[in-house]
């Protein structure tokens, strides 16, 4: 299968802070990325979509001007968290696609702690 | 009604045991269905895609599909303490993938 990278894979921050995740395709391009945020012991819940050059299409009730998502190329795609407050502490995982109505590959997830 | 429906479980076999995974949807417009692996603290990992009614084997691992009952299931022969994981079934709607809550699994020696 495809590899999708994210990088850091835990960060720790303190409230008021701004964060960025990097998501990488590894060995596809990715025309679509998207990015899934986790609480402990629940699913994936769908963020935003974003394709290469773009902007990102967010989901109800996120906020985009708090989750800012560039997707530059079509291995790369970022989510800064901008203002950060620990009700954002989250496990926040990035997936990859290669066109529409494909697989998604996922990557390994950021474990994000803001205190 | 969720469009999505999966009992979370949480699911204990014994080693070797056959187990059953089941999710139920809603819209009959689903085009792919999905399952997928995820170990604590980790991203999903793919395990089986099918886009028709039918079953789909790899390895271990049996897909069923029944678009007429809107139900989807997986199967896995012979568990190893290796397989305890959540499992999540996913289903494709254009570019949007839609997952069920996942079904925590834990196979004991």
């Known amino acids: 299968g495809a590899v999708v990278s994210q990088h850091p894979s835990w960060v720790i921050c303190k409230s008021g802070t701004s964060v960025k995740i990097e998501c990488r395709s590894l060995d596809f391009q990715a025309t679509t990325m998207f990015w899934y945020r986790q609480f402990p012991k629940q699913s994936l819940m769908l963020m935003a979509t974003?394709?290469?050059?773009?902007?990102?299409?967010?989901e109800q009730g996120v906020e985009k001007d708090k989750f800012l998502i560039n997707h530059a190329s079509l291995t790369l795609s970022t989510l800064t968290v901008t203002s950060a407050h620990p009700e954002d502490s989250s496990f926040y995982i990035c997936s990859a696609g290669s066109s529409r109505g494909s697989k998604q590959y996922f990557g390994p997830g950021t474990r994000l702690t803001v205190t | 009604q969720k469009e999505v429906e999966q009992d979370p479980g949480p699911l204990s076999v014994p080693e070797g045991a056959i187990v059953s995974l089941n999710c139920t949807y809603s819209n009959s417009a689903f085009q792919y269905f999905m399952w997928y692996r995820q170990y604590s603290r980790k991203g999903p990992e793919l395990l089986m895609y099918t886009y028709s009614s039918g079953n789909k084997e790899d390895g271990r691992f049996t897909a069923q599909v029944d678009k007429s009952s809107k139900y989807i299931s997986l199967f896995i022969r012979d568990s190893q303490p290796s397989d305890s994981a959540t499992y999540l079934c996913?289903?494709?709607?254009?570019?949007?993938?839609?997952f069920g809550p996942g079904t925590s699994l834990s196979v004991i020696p």
């Open positions: 996913a289903m494709n709607l254009r570019d949007k993938v839609i």
């Open positions: 974003s394709n290469e050059g773009s902007k990102a299409t967010y």
